[in-house]
């Protein structure tokens, strides 16, 4: 059966990483760079997202990106992204950021994105992805909210595309 018919659930896409903040990644506060989290939850994210289309991607926007609490120098961060939402093209990621002490091992919930990509086929154009089958009621929650999402996501771009 064609893979782009069949669809995937978010659990075949969820891709996790690590990264120890060292005193280069961090500002005079001892904190981590927000640039430097937006670097990782891109590639975590496109990772997801390849997993899901097993296409080129591109990264097509990040939005509703919150810092909620910082990460310091010594501490681990925890990278997670999945797909939540398939589109013709294009494929809605969340992302999330967890930062961890390595001695007492506690979790302190640290950043949430929504990026969006879009799959190229091998002339450079989009080229159509696999639908998402959600499995959980979770992941039935987060696929039904993503539409209305996408809806604010395309108004603010025709918005800005406006206004410049």
């Keep these: 059966m064609n893979e782009i018919r069949s669809g995937k659930p978010p659990a075949d896409s969820v891709v996790e990483m690590t990264e120890v903040v060292l005193p280069s990644d961090a500002n005079p506060l001892g904190t981590v760079f927000g640039g430097r989290v937006v670097q990782w939850i891109d590639i975590c ?9 097993r296409q080129i991607v591109v990264t097509a926007s990040m939005d509703d990106l919150h810092f909620l609490a910082p990460i310091h120098v010594g501490m681990i961060a925890l990278i997670r992204a999945t797909v939540t939402r398939a589109w013709r093209t294009s494929v809605e990621v969340e992302a999330r950021v967890d930062s961890e002490d390595p001695l007492s091992g506690e979790r302190r919930h640290c950043v949430s994105a ?4 879009v799959a190229l086929g091998p002339d450079g154009r989009p080229t159509p992805v696999p639908p998402v089958i959600p499995q959980t009621a979770d992941e039935i929650q987060r696929y039904e909210a993503a539409d209305e999402r996408r809806r604010q996501r395309l108004a603010r771009a025709a918005l800005w595309r406006h206004a410049n």
């Design 45 to 53: 994210a496109t990772v997801a997202a390849q997993r899901h289309c």
């Design 114 to 117: 929504y990026l969006t990509f």
